[in-house]
């Protein structure tokens, strides 16, 4: 009975252990793509902003720059994904994070995700009061 509650009690451990260092991954998965779509839709035509005050996403450069930063945060190329539309960067990113105590029970890892879009965006829109 004291052998089981051990086993019970160091999976109970593993669970808040591994499960808050999935959560906190999570959210940094979350956080960085969010971070390469913003950094991919500041490449914009700035010539064209200035002469007709189109904006204009330059997809190549949003794209290399998505790709960078993930790097840059170490994240595996393999495993990022950077669409770049007419007006939008959509930046999709997958991870492991290895587990420490819940490989006591055979759970090795967790496979996270998280995905973000974002559209340029240049001064102040809306209606003048």
């Given at each position: 009975m004291v052998v089981t509650l051990i086993v019970m009690l160091f999976m109970l451990a593993g669970l808040v252990v591994d499960g808050g260092l999935a959560i906190?991954?999570?959210?940094?998965?979350?956080?960085?793509?969010?971070?390469?779509?913003?950094?991919?839709?500041?490449?914009?035509?700035?010539?064209?902003?200035?002469?007709?005050?189109?904006?204009?996403?330059?997809?190549?450069?949003?794209?290399?720059?998505?790709?960078?930063?993930?790097?840059?945060?170490g994240y595996d190329a393999g495993r990022v994904t950077v669409q770049v539309g007419a007006n939008q960067v959509y930046v999709h990113a997958e991870d492991t994070v290895p587990t420490s105590m819940l490989q006591l029970i055979f759970i090795d890892d967790f496979d996270i995700e998280g995905e973000a879009t974002a559209r340029p965006a240049v001064g102040i829109t809306g209606e003048v009061p």
């Open positions: 906190n991954a999570r959210q940094r998965i979350y956080d960085d793509v969010e971070q390469a779509a913003r950094a991919a839709a500041n490449e914009i035509d700035l010539d064209a902003l200035y002469s007709t005050g189109e904006v204009i996403l330059l997809q190549d450069q949003a794209a290399a720059r998505a790709r960078q930063y993930m790097s840059d945060r």
